[in-house]
C-alpha cells in the first residue's frame, strides 16, 4: 500500500533513448551538421558577445547606453545559444531582481517541493480508514484552483522535449515549481493557462530561481513589462491585441483584410497563441528562440510585425482560400516560412510605407507599424475624450453605446464570440449590418441593444 502510495509521485521512467536535435527535442527528420565555416561564424558571434556583455554581465548596461543601435542590431541577428539565459537575464532585468531580493524564491520554492514530502509522510503515518480521512483533510487543506491547474498542465508543455518527458522527472518537478511559486508571489494573476510554455522555455536556459524571476519581469516590470497585464481574467489584454491586429492587417493588406472578412476568419480563430504564449506554443523552437531575443528587448511590436510577416509571407495564397482551408492555413504554416532568416527580416522591414507591402496591395501611410499601434491603442481605450463604449440601463433593456465610428468599425469586423481563448463561436456575418445597428435620433452616437443582433444576442453580450 505505502509502495502503490509513493510510486504516484515519483518520476517515472525515463524515455527510450532517441535522436534529438541541439535544442533537445525529439527529431522529426536528420539535419544536415553544420559546416566548418558556419561553426567558425558563430564563435566570431560569441566573442563579439562575451566581449560586449562582460564577465557575468558587468559590461552590459555601460555597452547598451554607448551603443544602443549595435546592441539591437546583434539581438536582431540572434542571441548565442551558449549565452542566450544570461543575456535574457540582463535584457529583461531579472537579474537585478534576483540581486535585490536574495531569498524571496526559496521559502516559495521550499514550501511547494516540501509540500509533497509532507502529504506522503502523514498518509504513510496513517492507518486503516484514518489514513483516508487524512487524504481527504490533506488535499482538501494543500491544494488550490492553480495547484490543480498547474499539473494538468505540466504534461502538456513541450512534451517532445528530453528535459520534460518523464513523469514527475526533474523538469516536471522544476516547472511545477516555477509555477506554483509565481501563483503564490503574484495572486492577482495565479496561474493562467499558456503560463507554462513562457516557464518551460526559460527554464531550458536557467535556473529555476532565473526563470522564476524572469517571469517575474515579464509580467510585473523590471526594465521594462513586455506582458505586464496579458493574463488578467479575461484576457482583456489579449482581446485587445487580437483587435488591434486585425486593424493593422486590413491597413496592411486590404485585399487580405477584405477576404478574410468576406470568410469570417477572425484573429481569434488562428492568432491567439501567438500573444498568450510569444509563438513558443506551436512554432519551431529555433524561430520562438529569435522572436524572444527580439520580444524582450523591444516589446509586444515584434509578436505583431511577425505575425504581419507570417501573412504577407502567404498573402497570395491566402487570398484565394475558401474558409475550411484558410483555418488549416493558418494554424499550419509552410516549413519555408518559418526560417527565422527569412521571416525576420520581413517582419523588421514593415513599417507603413507602400515599398513595405505586397504590390498593389497597400494603401499608403506615414507611421510606423509600432506608432500606428501605439495610436491604435489610444483609439481603443479612449476616443475624444470619452469612452468608445458606455452602457445605460433604461427600464428592463441593458443598451451598450458606441460613441465614435472607430469603434463601429470594431463591431462589424466582429464576426466571432470569444468565450475564451480556446473557444470561439462561428457566427454570420449578416449580423453586424450597419443597417442592424439603431441611432439614437438626438445623438450621433451609435446605440447597441440586444436585439439589435438578431438571432445573435451573444456578440452583445461579448461587447458590454
Not at 541577428?77 to 549565452?83: M, N
Request: hydrophobic share 40%; net charge positive; with cysteine.
Amino acid at each position: 500500500m505505502e509502495k502503490k502510495i509513493i510510486d504516484d509521485y515519483e518520476p517515472g521512467p525515463l524515455p527510450s533513448p532517441r535522436k534529438m536535435d541541439r535544442f533537445g527535442f525529439l527529431k522529426q527528420e536528420i539535419n544536415n551538421p553544420p559546416d566548418g565555416l558556419a561553426k567558425g561564424r558563430e564563435e566570431r558571434r560569441v566573442r563579439k558577445w562575451r566581449k560586449m556583455i562582460g564577465v557575468g554581465g558587468s559590461d552590459w548596461k555601460h555597452y547598451v547606453r554607448r551603443k544602443p543601435h549595435v546592441v539591437k542590431r546583434r539581438i536582431r541577428k540572434g542571441i548565442p545559444d551558449c549565452l542566450r539565459g544570461l543575456v535574457w537575464q540582463l535584457i529583461s532585468g531579472s537579474r537585478d531582481l534576483l540581486l535585490m531580493n536574495p531569498g524571496v524564491y526559496e521559502p516559495y520554492h521550499l514550501d511547494f517541493r516540501g509540500k509533497l514530502q509532507f502529504v506522503l509522510e502523514l498518509k504513510l503515518k496513517a492507518k486503516g480508514d484514518d489514513m483516508g480521512a487524512v487524504g481527504t483533510q490533506l488535499v482538501i487543506y494543500e491544494t488550490s484552483a492553480s495547484e490543480l491547474d498547474i499539473i494538468r498542465d505540466i504534461s502538456r508543455t513541450f512534451p517532445s522535449h528530453v528535459f520534460f518527458q518523464q513523469r514527475h522527472g526533474p523538469g516536471q518537478r522544476s516547472l511545477y515549481n516555477v509555477l506554483k511559486a509565481y501563483s503564490v508571489y503574484d495572486r492577482d494573476v495565479g496561474y493562467v493557462q499558456g503560463m507554462g510554455f513562457l516557464a518551460g522555455l526559460l527554464l531550458l536556459y536557467m535556473s529555476e530561481e532565473d526563470a522564476f524571476w524572469l517571469l517575474v519581469a515579464l509580467l510585473k516590470g523590471a526594465v521594462h513589462a513586455p506582458m505586464e497585464g496579458l493574463y488578467q481574467v479575461g484576457l482583456p489584454l489579449v482581446q485587445q491585441y487580437l483587435c488591434l491586429f486585425d486593424l493593422l492587417m486590413k491597413e496592411h493588406m486590404p485585399k487580405l483584410g477584405e477576404h478574410f472578412t468576406q470568410e469570417m476568419i477572425n484573429p481569434s480563430m488562428y492568432a491567439s497563441q501567438w500573444f498568450i504564449t510569444v509563438f513558443s506554443y506551436s512554432f519551431p523552437f529555433h524561430l520562438a528562440l529569435r522572436i524572444w531575443d527580439v520580444f524582450l528587448y523591444e516589446g509586444v511590436k515584434i509578436v505583431f510585425k511577425v505575425g504581419l510577416a507570417l501573412l504577407k509571407y502567404r498573402h497570395d495564397d491566402l487570398v484565394k482560400l475558401p474558409f475550411e482551408k484558410l483555418i488549416h492555413a493558418l494554424r499550419n504554416f509552410p516549413e519555408d516560412a518559418m526560417d527565422p532568416d527569412t521571416l525576420l527580416p520581413m517582419a523588421y522591414s514593415i513599417k507603413g510605407e507602400p515599398s513595405a507591402l505586397c504590390p498593389g496591395d497597400w494603401t499608403p501611410t506615414p507611421s510606423t507599424v509600432s506608432r500606428r499601434l501605439e495610436e491604435l491603442k489610444q483609439e481603443y481605450n479612449k476616443k475624444d475624450g470619452k469612452p468608445s463604449l458606455s452602457i445605460e440601463i433604461k427600464g428592463n433593456q441593458k443598451q451598450t453605446r458606441l460613441n465614435d465610428p472607430w469603434s463601429l468599425k470594431v463591431a462589424r469586423s466582429l464576426v466571432v464570440v470569444v468565450v475564451n481563448p480556446y473557444c470561439t463561436k462561428h457566427l454570420s456575418a449578416t449580423a453586424l449590418k450597419t443597417s442592424d445597428l439603431p441611432v439614437e435620433s438626438r445623438s450621433s452616437d451609435l446605440l447597441l441593444t440586444p436585439t439589435a443582433f438578431g438571432s445573435h444576442p451573444e456578440i452583445f453580450q461579448v461587447l458590454t
